[in-house]
């Protein structure tokens, strides 16, 4: 069965290597760790530049972006909240200025009760004017306000809990001086969608819920602009998700409700200006969760409409164009499968940028690893990226890697490449044929230069799936992430099946010797992808000195196979039938998560490549500790705990990170994890630092019912963890080592370096302390002024690349 865990890959461009047409759907993203969403854009001052509205890290944020997602200027509004705060409408009120509103949390006096804040601002995002508007205890809080401008007014509408939802609307000169109020209770109204100005006329749209009959519903009503009195409401059986104002006056309408009949729950309408009537309306959408999230009205009279159809594994966002003069079918149409694109994303907004909404914008949400701004952009015709500000490739010496580029200004999804055949004509269990290929991410910042010559580590994922399974878009989710961060990432395939008749984890009793078959395949694929990644480098922007590889599941089997196995270490011989395995590749540090190992014996003293460990003490699958897998005949049972116990013994270094009463993933707590992972990554693979014996516990957020477990082994530890010197020409000696503050280091390089490159001194922080270049076989390395403590050495020439540990006292 395939198994689909996460968000699955993007397809964004055409690449050179591949038989793949071109894409022209571009994502892109305000991703990382700080949480928050993007509700709105408009249009900002200069041709080509944008204004999003939403949140960032729990706080209210303006964006300037252009029009491929990269940011310009961002400002956080200063609101005085000691709470949370967001921006949920934003508008342009001329050619100097622009509002925003949203609500907010401790920033007033109504310090445990949501307040709504609107705030003028100017051109350079400059904030002129604030004004909070506070809830009584009756009302206890404010909620979704909108905005609308007929150019001399600017009018606010939000929603009360006082009886259930009251309406509120109010208007302001731009100075923020409010000039009439209106309060309305019409039967539980709870959150205005969209307020409009037409013909002197405020229309406010909002979502209803009749608390006495239960019914969903949706309510239009009609002000006066000019004085607020009321005019007349309407009434509507659906509820709604998103309006808009089309060019001739009327609304259109996509609602919800679930008393329809089978799984179309979308209704579009069109709705009379003059007298509310419905003039004509359609049934959509192709599952019971579908939801309409937006809805714009393009300039030449159409409608675009984006529509999340939400499944378990395959979410599909689809941006639909109809006519309003004839709902019958749309006039067009834009799948983005969750297969390529859109799993786990959410349009809020949309901003056609051409008349027939071929070209638009849109934000969003992103939930994948955590809930993140969304920046999705479509472009039919060419165009060049141009690398984002303040860009660095100074892996070490700046905050790639483990920092979170948009601590700085919002970073850009990755670029990807799908389907590059690593491997061709590889037989399968059955004899069939089968070329492997994987999927590439270059982060943007690192395409978009255009220059092969800068260089990131690779990490590559294996995907799961119990060999039987799962695909390289399984994880493309963490591929994204980690693009995200700087690194090249790239997902493999490898050859899945076990013998006919196998066709679950149960059906492996009785074909012992086929499931070690398909693992040592796994073995064979996944070394030779990683070969043809390091033989590649310099055509994928790899620093082939810094390449680390991850797996789960049947992918952790597949990377500690990878590190640690040889032809002869399994039960069954397999090199006469199967092939050798390729030689163990050059990989820096290997994250196994949820693997195992047939036998601890496999674990030699020189395989001491660091390692970090995922996995939960109640796994049912592959054990924590030592048990067996499936089946009694199949002493694959060696996890996490008993492959650390063995590391510790031989000094090797390693980072175990048991998840209490976890399951076979990372039992709920994957932020937590990734917060761990990552400075492992940068400062202990190898990559800026050196690495240690560690081993750690974190807390299941959904924990399983079984007992709980003894975290790490209790093996006798070696007295220092060090990493032998591996025999070969490519060494570097330093003399004296340990050294004195107050002196110098003698650098010795051997022949095979050469005598031209570059030195760089880190601490264990991964802070570039010292850098220079040399031509010369000696090279002099200036310490004075370092504090005592251990240090990295990093020389890099034209021919190799290699790192020794300097000691300062």
């Known amino acids: 069965m395939k198994t689909k865990l996460l968000l699955c890959c993007l397809l964004l461009a055409q690449y050179v290597f591949s038989q793949n047409a071109a894409t022209h759907e571009q994502a892109y993203g305000f991703i990382g760790f700080e949480s928050g969403e993007m509700q709105i854009i408009e249009p900002a001052f200069l041709p080509g530049q944008y204004l999003l509205g939403g949140q960032l890290n729990k706080g209210a944020i303006i964006v300037q972006s252009n029009k491929i997602g990269q940011s310009l200027a961002y400002r956080r509004l200063s609101l005085g909240t000691s709470g949370e705060s967001r921006i949920t409408d934003l508008l342009k009120l001329n050619n100097q200025l622009f509002a925003t509103a949203g609500t907010c949390t401790g920033c007033a006096d109504t310090i445990l009760r949501q307040s709504i804040f ?7 995002l400059n904030q002129i004017a604030t004004l909070v508007l506070s809830p009584t205890i009756a009302q206890n809080k404010f909620d979704n306000a909108r905005l609308a401008t007929n150019g001399t007014q600017l009018y606010l509408t939000f929603n009360d809990n006082f009886f259930g939802g009251s309406l509120n609307v109010r208007a302001f000169d731009f100075n923020l001086q409010q000039a009439w109020s209106s309060f309305q209770n019409l039967g539980f109204v709870e959150t205005p969608l969209s307020v409009d100005v037409q013909n002197n006329q405020l229309w406010v749209c ?11 519903g949706t309510r239009l009503v009609r002000f006066n602009a000019e004085t607020g009195v009321l005019i007349n409401h309407y009434r509507y059986p659906a509820f709604v998700d998103a309006s808009t104002v089309l060019p001739n006056g009327n609304l259109a309408l996509a609602s919800y409700g679930g008393f329809y009949t089978g799984s179309q729950r979308i209704k579009l309408s069109i709705i009379s200006s003059s007298n509310g009537a419905v003039l004509d309306s359609v049934l959509l959408g192709t599952h019971e969760r579908s939801r309409a999230t937006a809805l714009q009205a393009l300039p030449n009279g159409q409608l675009l409409m984006a529509v999340n159809e939400v499944g378990f594994f395959d979410d599909t966002l689809k941006l639909l164009r109809y006519n309003p003069a004839n709902l019958t079918t749309p006039v067009g149409s834009r799948k983005i499968k969750g297969e390529i694109a859109a799993k786990k994303r959410v349009v809020h907004d949309l901003l056609p940028l051409s008349d027939e909404g071929n070209t ?15 920046f999705l952009a479509s472009f039919p015709e060419v165009f060049t990226p141009q690398p984002p500000a303040n860009w660095n490739n100074d892996v070490c010496g700046s905050n790639l890697l483990n920092g979170l580029a948009q601590s700085h200004y919002p970073s850009c999804l990755p670029k990807v490449y799908e389907k590059i055949v690593y491997h061709k004509d590889a037989l399968r269990y059955n004899g069939q044929k089968q070329d492997l290929s994987l999927d590439l991410y270059i982060p943007f910042d690192l395409h978009s230069t255009n220059d092969l010559a800068q260089k990131r580590p690779l990490l590559v994922i294996v995907h799961g799936g119990g060999f039987l399974g799962g695909d390289e878009d399984s994880f493309s989710q963490f591929a994204i992430f980690f693009a995200e961060l700087g690194y090249v990432v790239a997902s493999i395939n490898y050859r899945l099946g076990v013998a006919e008749g196998v066709n679950g984890l149960d059906d492996f009793c009785g074909h012992e010797k086929e499931v070690f078959a398909a693992i040592y395949r796994g073995a064979q694929d996944t070394r030779r992808a990683i070969q043809f990644l390091y033989d590649n480098a310099n055509l994928y922007h790899i620093d082939r000195n810094n390449i680390l590889a991850l797996g789960h599941s049947a992918g952790a089997v597949n990377v500690l196979n990878s590190a640690l196995l040889d032809a002869d270490e399994l039960p069954y011989n397999f090199v006469s039938e199967l092939g050798p395995l390729p030689p163990k590749p050059p990989v820096q540090g290997y994250i196994p998560w949820a693997g195992s190992v047939a036998s601890l014996e496999m674990i030699d003293k020189d395989e001491d490549t660091p390692m970090f460990f995922i996995h939960g003490t109640c796994d049912p699958l592959i054990p924590y500790d030592t048990g067996n897998l499936i089946c009694p005949d199949l002493p694959f049972g060696f996890g996490a705990k008993a492959i650390v116990g063995r590391k510790k013994t031989l000094c090797h270094n390693y980072h175990l990170l048991g998840i209490q009463k976890g399951d076979h993933g990372m039992g709920g ?129 034209d021919k190799a690349m290699m790192k020794s540990q300097l000691v300062v006292q």
Request: aromatic residues 6%; proline residues 6%; contains cysteine.
């Open 118 to 124: 609107i705030t003028i601002h100017d051109g350079s």
């Open 206 to 216: 909002s979502q209803e819920w009749n608390g006495f009959d239960n019914i969903i």
């Open 360 to 374: 638009y914008l849109a934000v969003g949400t992103r939930t994948d690893v955590n809930e993140h701004g969304m």
């Open 669 to 797: 707590s994957e932020q937590e994890v990734l917060t761990k992972l990552i400075p492992w990554l940068k400062n202990e693979s190898g990559v800026c630092g050196q690495g240690k014996q560690t081993c750690e516990t974190i807390q299941a957020a959904t924990p399983l019912n079984c007992a709980e477990s003894v975290i790490c082994p209790t093996t006798q530890s070696c007295l220092v963890a060090t990493r032998e010197p591996k025999p070969g020409p490519e060494q570097i000696h330093m003399y004296p080592n340990p050294a004195l503050s107050n002196g110098q280091v003698n650098i010795e390089l051997d022949d095979y370096m050469g005598t031209q490159g570059d030195l760089s001194l880190y601490n264990l922080q991964g802070q570039a302390l010292r850098s220079a270049t040399f031509s010369a076989k000696t090279i002099q390395l200036d310490v004075q002024g370092l504090p005592p403590g251990v240090y990295v050495v990093k020389i890099r020439t």
